[in-house]
């Protein structure tokens, strides 16, 4: 009898002395796509890195959640089943304000630090500067688009620019407001332009750059944004500082080992993590309300 109890109480401490195998959890991070498979293979080898780095601060496992929608996203997060969300920061400011997250970092997805997104018009166009635009048509490439359609847009609104979602092309555009479609992707949207379907387009000067080939004498960019962060890394408010800090250990110095390296360049070639610079981020917040207010238009 006494020496079961002696067990009994031999195998208390034990389990008492074990606080890794008791508390250790899973690191979800979270993305939206409409390709889950295609995300979860991308992202997989990031998470597991991610996990492996955390292994002293409870993490044991490293998992990816795709959802098909930031309302989705956000009630994945509200339910503590995500703890970091990957995506572009326009994005990520309207699932934080859904949410309590909060920018933790950007990341140089295919070695780009930053971007910004132009509008532009035929050269033998007569608009000069997007408040001619009133009475004429702009492309966007689809309504969750940052560079295509979040940036330039709220940058054009902030400017003065009242915009109108119209159903088509054939659609009657008011003389005193611009009217706007989705085309679907940027191809289209510099195939529009050049064809005159539409008076102008927006998107990314990266993408401009790509698409426009021999193209370019024949169009002029009538407006330049200001520069965004690439990508950027969003923390759930359930996270605590301890692993907080563990996390921005583990993404800051990533690019500092040959294994790090290595997983980085298979996570769509990202050259590393790092804080968003203060001069960015107050430019992000004068993005906060004016993203709310599209996001919840869709």
Known sequence: MKLRCLLLQLSM???L?????AIARTL????ISD???????TFLPFVKYLA????TSGIDDGKVVIARDIDHMASLIRKGEVDLFVDSPL??????????????ARRWKKGIAEYHSVVFVRQDSDIASVHDLDGRIVAFEESFSSSGHLLPRITMEQMGVSLTHLPNLQSDVPTERSGFVFSGDDENTMEWVLRDRV????????????RVATNRADLKIILETADIPRHSVSLSPAISEQL????????FTMHDSEEGQSVLESFEKTTKFDPIPSAMMAQLELFQIPVIGLVDEN
């Not at 002395?17 to 195998?21: I, V």
């Not at 304000?97 to 933790?104: D, N, P, S, Y």
């Not at 008076?199 to 790509?210: E, L, V």
């Open 13 to 15: 401490c034990i389990s």
């Open 91 to 104: 994005v990520a400011l309207a699932i934080n304000e859904k949410t309590g997250c909060r920018l933790l």
């Open 199 to 210: 008076d102008a387009g927006a998107m990314s000067m990266a993408n401009f750059k790509k």
């Open 35 to 41: 390709e889950p498979v295609k995300e979860i293979r």
């Open 244 to 251: 907080l800090s563990a996390i921005e250990v583990a993404l």
């Open 52 to 55: 492996k780095q955390l292994e």
């Open 28 to 31: 979800v991070i979270g993305t």
């Open 17 to 21: 002395l074990a606080p890794n195998s």
